[in-house]
Structures are given as structure tokens and as C-alpha cells.
């Protein structure tokens, strides 16, 4: 029986001579169907996600879904996210690209390609979701970043971002419970009532 984490196993190493992306890319090979990440210049070796988390997936995903459908876009939870060379590798909670969306070798999508990437707050994840990701995020042209907080009961919106500064220009974060407005391309009034079940 596979061993379910509780917080994520943090490999660092303060020795140049070793290839954090070396280390990274044969972890991945390693272990296909772990959650491998470098974040802050760590690579990380996340948990399963509880089912609190995948229903919040689950509830957002179903209200994307008829522009997902209409632009003929993909989803996935486990591709990486390439953000540019010597930088951090993020796996999106949730992630929508057009299907001809750029490539970083067969497992990662280039940052400004993809749609919306989507970021669920975990325990063990809140400084680097709120803090360290949308840094890397803006810096890779992610163009529109989520990030669901069940802790502070908010969402955060991201978007239009500005890569030399590492940070988005528009930033707003809303208690769940309200309605944002997703921008181009989406265009869609999100309502945020019941994206977080009741605990």
C-alpha cells in the first residue's frame, strides 16, 4: 500500500555542483505518478491530495467547463508548468491550455501558453502558494492564476502579468462567496458560492 504524506518531502542542497534540474528531471522519471515540484528552489515531493482538495477541483472545474468545451481547451492536475531556464517547475492543482499549447519537452506546458493555472491552499502549502508561486507564475507569463484559500476563505485573482517584475498587475482577492469576472480569455463570471464545501 502506497504511503499517503501529510506534508511534502523537501529535497535542498546547498552544493553547486549539483544540478537542481538534473536531480529534478531523474525524480520525475523515478516517480511518475508523484507530485515533484521546485519551488523556491527546493524540489518538492507533495502529498496525495485529501478529498477536500479534489472536490474543490472538482467544483471549480464544473464551472469552467462550458468555455472549457466551447474553446475545445484541455485540463489536467499533473502536468508541470515550465516557467523559463534555472526556475522553479510548478504542477498546478489545475491547469487548462489550448490543445496546441507549447511544449518544454513531453511533460511540461510553457508557462504563457496555458489558459489558467489553479493553485488549492493546503496546510503545508500557504507561503509558497500565496507567496513564492505567483512570483514564478508571472515571471513564466502565466496569464491567469487562481489561488483557493478553504483556510481564509478566499479566492485570489491574478492576471495580466508582468514577467520582469515577477508579479501580476492585477491582483484581487475576494471572500468565497462572491462573484469574480475571469478576463480575457475567459470572459466568465465565477460564481464562487459552494466552490468549498462545508467542513
Known amino acids: 500500500m502506497a504511503k499517503v504524506l501529510e506534508r511534502p518531502v523537501?529535497?535542498?542542497?546547498?552544493?553547486?555542483?549539483?544540478?537542481?534540474d538534473e536531480i529534478y528531471a531523474e525524480l520525475c522519471e523515478r516517480?511518475?505518478?508523484?507530485?515533484?515540484?521546485?519551488?523556491?528552489?527546493?524540489?518538492?515531493?507533495?502529498?496525495?491530495?485529501?478529498w477536500l482538495h479534489e472536490k474543490i477541483i472538482s467544483r471549480l472545474l464544473k464551472a469552467l467547463m462550458a468555455v472549457v468545451c466551447a474553446n475545445d481547451w484541455e485540463f489536467s492536475s499533473t502536468i508541470?508548468?515550465?516557467l523559463g531556464p534555472q526556475r522553479d517547475r510548478y504542477r498546478p492543482d489545475l491547469t487548462v491550455a489550448p490543445p496546441d499549447a507549447p511544449l518544454?519537452?513531453?511533460?511540461?506546458?510553457?508557462?504563457?501558453?496555458?489558459?489558467?493555472?489553479?493553485?488549492?491552499?493546503?496546510?503545508?502549502s500557504t507561503g509558497d502558494d500565496h507567496k513564492v508561486k505567483p512570483a514564478?507564475?508571472?515571471?513564466?507569463?502565466?496569464?491567469?492564476?487562481?489561488?483557493?484559500?478553504?483556510?481564509?476563505?478566499?479566492?485570489?485573482?491574478?492576471?495580466h502579468p508582468l514577467p520582469e517584475k515577477e508579479k501580476y498587475r492585477d491582483v484581487h482577492v475576494i471572500p468565497l462567496g462572491e462573484k469574480v469576472t475571469l478576463p480575457a480569455p475567459w470572459n466568465l463570471a465565477l460564481d464562487t458560492a459552494g466552490l468549498v464545501p462545508e467542513q
Open 80 to 82: 508541470a508548468v515550465y
Open 31 to 50: 516517480h511518475p505518478r508523484a507530485r515533484i515540484q521546485i519551488v523556491g528552489g527546493r524540489i518538492q515531493v507533495g502529498p496525495m491530495p485529501t
Open 104 to 124: 518544454w519537452g513531453k511533460d511540461h506546458l510553457h508557462g504563457d501558453g496555458v489558459v489558467l493555472a489553479v493553485e488549492v491552499v493546503s496546510a503545508s
Open 10 to 20: 523537501v529535497v535542498e542542497t546547498n552544493d553547486a555542483d549539483v544540478d537542481i
Open 136 to 159: 514564478g507564475y508571472a515571471a513564466g507569463g502565466v496569464p491567469i492564476v487562481v489561488i483557493i484559500d478553504s483556510f481564509e476563505q478566499s479566492l485570489t485573482l491574478l492576471s
